[in-house]
T-cell receptor
Framework: DQQVKQNSPSLSVQEGRISILNCDYT??????FLWYKKYPAEGPTFLIS?????DKNEDGRFTVFLNKSAKHLSLHIVPSQPGDSAVYFC??????????????FGTGTRLTIIP | DGGITQSPKYLFRKEGQNVTLSCEQN?????MYWYRQDPGQGLRLIYY???????QKGDIAEGYSVSREKKESFPLTVTSAQKNPTAFYLC???????????FGQGTRLTVV
């Protein structure tokens, strides 16, 4: 049962435009959400996160929006740059008890920025 | 420099052999994790450890074993019982209760 879903396996966006990556989750216990960026043959690197007490978090060109009622979050990248071409993973955490934290990852969306 | 080191980057083994993947971190993190990535799939959790000498099974622990004798080290053994061992393996660490995980560069294991 995939608790974190990224329904678009790939996305192509022209350089300078906005990239919007979507993520849906089913577990209502999730209260912290993260986006990771991954280049081929490398480990993912943390990009941005959001707590369930917020509905928006912004860091430079990257903004994450959280809609708790819809169990949906999205990552906006604006303007998109060629270096943004990578696979983006959405991840969620349910920090119910101390020591029980782990991340549940989505299947990833491959973003390609077209020059 | 602080970080997580996985070795080797590429590993080839014959079917039926056990193989151990190394993961070392100098971030002083208590929690460490092993994930597996297959083409077109997300990262799936194999094992995790929140403290030395203790570890928990993740979603796909069958055919794998781990140890956590030192805070800095969390080696993963892929045993001959693992039916599809060829994959990209990622090790990560975090502070317990932390908000992000730090990943190593991964080990690509190919079993022939």
């Amino acid at each position: 049962d995939q608790q974190v879903k990224q329904n678009s396996p790939s996305l192509s966006v022209q350089e300078g435009r906005i990239s919007i990556l979507n993520c849906d989750y089913t577990n209502s216990m999730f209260d912290y959400f993260l986006w990771y960026k991954k280049y081929p043959a490398e480990g993912p690197t943390f990009l941005i996160s959001i707590s369930s007490i917020k509905d928006k978090n912004e860091d430079g060109r990257f903004t994450v929006f959280l809609n708790k009622s819809a169990k949906h979050l999205s990552l906006h990248i604006v303007p998109s740059q060629p270096g943004d071409s990578a696979v983006y993973f959405c991840a969620a955490s349910a920090r119910s008890n101390f020591g029980n934290e782990k991340l549940t990852f989505g299947t990833g969306t491959r973003l390609t920025i077209i020059p | 420099d602080g970080g997580i080191t996985q070795s080797p980057k590429y590993l080839f083994r014959k079917e039926g052999q056990n193989v151990t993947l190394s993961c070392e971190q100098n971030l002083n993190h208590d929690a460490m994790y092993w994930y597996r990535q297959d083409p077109g799939q997300g990262l799936r959790l194999i094992y995790y450890s929140q403290i030395v000498n203790d570890f928990q099974k993740g979603d796909i622990a069958e055919g794998y074993s781990v140890s956590r004798e030192k805070k800095e080290s969390f080696p993963l053994t892929v045993t001959s019982a693992q039916k599809n061992p060829t994959a990209f393996y990622l090790c990560a660490s975090s502070i317990v209760g932390g908000t992000e995980a730090f990943f190593g560069q991964g080990t690509r294991l190919t079993v022939v």
